[in-house]
């Protein structure tokens, strides 16, 4: 735990009480609480939270877990028991937000829905987040981020054409839903404090769906299609329609994404790389002549990539005003000088499973105020670490009400 508070910060002060499991309303209450937040995390007593065995690789916490959980508390709680179900009344009552992530429906079985928390916190801002929403034919059917990811049109675009459609390496889907959550959250609060009158229950519940936060991501997709006739395709690390915009092998085996598909910087480009007839082409002055003729003009640049070390060429396409970077590797990200400048990557003893904490560093804050990424106060807590101080602290639980809540009785 370090020493740094939550003082100053723009959510000082709000508290929000998270229901949430995996990725997608973790994420919300990640965001919140990176910028203030007292966000209290409930968890499923013994096994806590399943993100917790996520990509474990020793140690009995994952990093991934102390990553999408940092600045947050965490506290046990049976909601199948009568205690923890009025443990979370009671919570919801002193809190400004609650999120939560299980299927709909369930909230509503334990007597934790919209009513029963607008009875005891008629202020709250309920964010909901669910595979498909909370209505509509489809709401009560499971779904995870992969899912939504191809509903909502995501899958049919990633990967290459000859190839079946492929999966970007994070859970990009539930993050999205989870910057959706976070945004709901503030919004609702921006509502009650703006409203003269208390807005209604159905105006504090806000519904993010993981196939619509994916779909709602996929720019003109749909209106080209119902405009056009256009079904987009895949097309490997380049962007349909714009040329010449890839990744590129260097003369060392390192690889580069040079963007060279702006008019105005094509041109430039194309002289970089030793080839002025490219440059002056009259059918290749717009994007839609480039696309025509992306291999060609895609084998040029790499003829000229691999000529060079990956170093030499990201020189020369910045002294030339070429947008370009290297495809950076866990590695790469942790020595990056302009990561560094701005405290992107933060360190924490954590254990690892070994015999003494490790020194890890963890992503920094988005986004950056003041110039320099807001300090992390702390990385996820060990399962129910805070329960004691929130149940008793907080609530004036005793002992033996906290034990029933927590289901340590059970």
């Not at 990200?333 to 990557?345: G, H, K, N, P, S």
């Amino acid at each position: 735990m370090s020493d740094v508070t939550a003082d100053g910060l723009p959510l000082s002060g709000v508290r929000v009480l998270e229901l949430g499991n995996y990725i997608a309303a973790p994420t919300a209450g990640r965001l919140l609480a990176d910028f203030g937040a007292d966000v209290i995390k409930v968890e499923r007593p013994r096994t806590g939270d399943e993100l917790r065995n996520w990509r474990l690789y020793a140690g009995d916490t994952s990093m991934l877990y102390r990553t999408l959980n940092r600045s947050k508390r965490s506290i046990t709680l049976d909601l199948r028991s009568d205690a923890g179900r009025q443990a979370v009344l009671d919570l919801a009552a002193r809190s400004d937000v609650v999120l939560e992530n299980f299927r709909p429906g369930t909230l509503e079985k334990w007597g934790l829905g919209p009513a029963e928390l607008d009875a005891v916190n008629p202020d709250v801002v309920l964010v909901r987040i669910s595979a498909f929403g909370q209505t509509g034919p489809l709401a009560s059917r499971p779904g995870f981020a992969a899912v939504a990811e191809a509903m909502g049109g995501l899958r049919a675009l990633v990967g290459e054409e000859d190839r079946p459609p492929s999966r970007t390496g994070v859970s990009i889907g539930d993050s999205i839903a989870g910057l959706y959550g976070a945004f709901s959250a503030v919004m609702g609060l921006y509502q009650r404090e703006s409203s003269a009158d208390r807005p209604p229950l159905n105006r504090r519940s806000m519904d993010v769906a993981l196939n619509e936060a994916v779909f709602s991501m996929m720019e003109s997709l749909v209106p080209d299609h119902l405009a056009y006739g256009v079904e987009r395709r895949r097309v490997g690390g380049r962007m349909e329609g714009i040329a010449p915009s890839n990744a590129y092998v260097c003369g060392d085996g390192g690889s580069v994404v040079i963007a060279g598909n702006s008019d105005s910087i094509y041109g430039r480009f194309m002289q970089v790389i030793g080839r002025p007839d490219l440059a002056e082409a009259p059918d290749l002055t717009s994007n839609a002549g480039r696309w025509a003729r992306r291999d060609e003009l895609d084998g040029a640049i790499e003829t000229w990539t691999r000529s060079l070390p990956r170093d030499r060429v990201l020189t020369e396409l910045e002294t030339a005003g070429v947008p370009a970077g290297p495809i950076h590797s866990a590695a790469d990200i942790v020595a990056d000088e302009q990561f560094r400048a701005r405290d992107m990557v933060q360190y924490f003893d954590v254990d690892t499973g070994g015999e003494v904490p490790a020194r890890v560093g963890f992503p920094g804050i988005v986004p950056v105020l003041d110039g320099r990424s807001v300090p992390v106060r702390h990385v996820g807590p060990d399962l129910g670490a805070d329960t004691e101080d929130v149940l008793g602290g907080l609530l004036g639980y005793p002992a033996e009400t906290i034990r029933a809540a927590a289901g340590e009785d059970s």
